[in-house]
């Protein structure tokens, strides 16, 4: 069943990971806390909107932050004004990268996928 991501469709069953040196260095979670970051300007109410603690998306910016060759999410720490978190110019060509990919790999594989679902019962 293809989804819609701006103008680009992707096959929900398909799923693109790029492997860093020790774990996923980007994959489909990674790419949406870094969408709903640079939306939200928080990383707590991207972990929420997620459904994934605080801890646990925290943990993954720090990820991306190592994994990679220049900052993607910029954090603030909290005061007065709260502190936050923005998507770095960095990060936003890493998530549209990602995106774009996703496109293509759905694109190549668009009319296998048709012909491959025609063999499965219908619910």
Request: proline share 4%; glycine share 12%; no cysteine.
């Amino acid at each position: 069943m293809p989804t819609s991501i701006g103008a680009v469709t992707r096959y929900r069953g398909l799923t693109l990971r790029v492997l860093g040196a020790r774990a996923p260095a980007i994959g489909p979670g990674k790419a949406e806390l870094i969408e709903r970051i640079g939306k939200t300007g928080s990383i707590s109410s991207a972990a929420r909107a997620m459904r994934m603690s605080y801890r646990r998306a925290w943990q993954l910016v720090e990820a991306l932050n190592h994994d990679f060759r220049g900052p993607v999410v910029a954090t603030a720490i909290g005061g007065t004004r709260g502190g936050g978190a923005r998507v770095t110019p960095f990060g936003q060509r890493l998530v549209r990268q990602y995106r774009a990919m996703e496109g293509k790999a759905s694109a190549a594989i668009a009319a296998d996928l048709r012909r491959f679902e025609r063999q499965l019962r219908r619910r």
